[in-house]
């Protein structure tokens, strides 16, 4: 078994962070050797192939001009590459009413960061109703439903099976007639490579635009950080069925990082909203590039 | 689809960087490996089995294999796809029973990962067997998931064991006991999703375990997970050690090389794969075709399939034998046609080749008419020709036009296309057993 053997003693290697990483790096010079590593480290946090050549290129280039002197020098290099290309996409402000669609694949954590931003804008002193639109799988409705008890917000659901897009019209029926400052759309997980459910999406997104015009509509797509490179897959085909307006990553409090945002930020110039780090009702913060390239480096 | 190019196009590209140059040296399969590297960097296999792996295959390939092999390029892949379907093990989905029912499973896994969905899938399967399989509600915390358990459990005909929010280890044993009291076979014990990090609930798993000894222990995953699949498959196989990997959502299109690196940490078989939402969507693992998906080649076991209905072993063994020694002549490219037309057209036959997307070749281009008159050219050409087309000069062209009814154009044209034909057979035979050239 010499092959796990060996890759059980490299992954040891990986958890160790990059600060320390980088010093031993040094110890060695700086060299072919030193950039492959470097990219190593960011390829592990999964960020793209791609991305990370482009981020170790610029740190070539940064070190052609000026001496590359030490450790920390290079640390807070590569933190401020990291940074800017993750700031090349701009948060919009939340603006009053609002609605939410919130759409992603099977499993990322929807229906939950439904029940934390919820939390998140009754905190915000905003009148929140939730609508049960992923009609699909078994329960969902009644989990969110429990997320609606603990969140204390309005809940407008159907029975399984049923119309999603019935479910969204009669949530922003509802919302509008109450005034209500915030609606949040859950929808059923689904696999972007499916057309028929990418086309039900489109027909929910259809009914906010056509019955809420003016509504500000933000459709957000969840990531879990413990995805791979099949994040950018995800989020380039939503994008191009509901025209995404941000990200929450999820899941950020296992060991992923979730480096794909950097791609998706520096591409396709789709920026993270929020991220999950938990089950609790608050665990959802804001995105801040600074605390989340420190989690990276 | 992805952002990155696919891996079939780069693979292509070394193919044809490799082929062209005939004899290789160390430096050479040096490069195509960064390129292999990369392919599988993209399809989520963890950088460090990424890196042994290549310094495997390199081993190999490097020495005497590649160099004295006369299709230097074919061979690399040959090998590539050996070793990724080595590793990843044989085909093996059996379940193990217990010597004195009921055989206990335990399922386990990150949140998300799409366990109750596949403690569902299970039990039908077990069900279509003949045998009597127990579901048993074990995730006590997400909310509504004893009722989803309920609702998968009603929908695959299957009993589902529940105490509320009881301990799970409590419920757990109290169920095989309730299975063997009341005849169950089989207990398949739902779990909460947890992270491997979270120090309470990786305990109450093992005190599951302690509790009821499973059979089976299985850690779900998601073939979309990324480099991180190696800490959580190491980390729950260390606390619990696993019995076996079923890996879900593969009909995303992610490449899965979460799979290999799984693989290469536990060592244990991945027994099952998840295709769909359906209860009836679980199927058994076939490495060879996790290898050609991590690898990007494109469908090639179904074509191959296909092939084996319109081409005779015989025939195909001829084929490969002339591709190898680059004998392929216009006769056998006419009876390719012919062999062509025999599996559904060749616009379908080619959209399931790897890389074989951006030749963008349309139904209209093979209709029955150019056949035919593919036919007639070659046809009209003496045996010499027809084994030695480079003699073909402008005299000798048109003749053969004048006797099948075409023009000079034309022959040209065909010519062209036989040449076209033979370099990208070349580098499309994977060593896989790839139709009509073997």
Redesign the interface.
Known sequence: MGFFGKIIGALKKTRDNISSKLAALFSRGIGDDFYDELEEILISADISVTTAEEIVGQIREEARREKLKDKEYVVNLLKDVIEDILNEAEVPDIQYPAVFMLVGVNGVGKTTTIGKLANYFVKEKKSVTLAAADTFRAAAADQLTVWADRAKVRIVKHEEGSDPSAVVFDAVSSAKAKNTDVVIVDTAGRLHVKANLMAELQKMDRVVAREYPEAHFYKLLVLDATTGQNALSQAKIFDETVDLDGIVLTKLDGTAKGGFVVSLCGELHIPVLFVGTGEKMDDLQPFDAEEFTEGIV | ????SSLSERLNHIFSKLTKRGKLTELEIKTAMREVR?AL????V????A??FIA?VSAKAVGQEILQSLNPAQQVIKIVNEELIA?MGSSNAKLEVADKPPTVILMCG?????K?TLCGKLALLLKKQNKKPLLVAGDI?????I??L???GG?AGVEVFEKGTQSPVKTAKQAVEYARSMGYDTVIVDTAGR???DEALMQELENIQKEVQPDEILLTV?A?????????A?TFNKRLSVTGVILT?L?????G??CLSIK??T?KPIKFIGVG?KLTDLEPFYPDRMASRILGMGDVLSLIEKAQEAVTEEQAKKMEKKLREASFTLEDYLEQFESLKKMGGIAQVMSMMPGMGKLKIKESDFDERRVERIKAIILSMTKKEREKPEIINSSRKKRIAAGSGTNVQDVNQLLKQFEQTKVMMKQIRSGKRLPFMR
């Open positions: 689809m992805a952002l990155f990369v960097l993209e399809a989520d963890n950088i460090f089995v890196k042994k495997d590793l990150l949140q998300g990962a799409g109750t915390y997400r909310p509504a998931a009722h989803q309920q609702v998968v929908k992270l491997h990090i998601d979309m997970t990324g480099q991180d699949a190696v800490n959580v190491e959502k009909d995303g299109d992610t490449r090389g979460a290469a940490v060592g939402e």
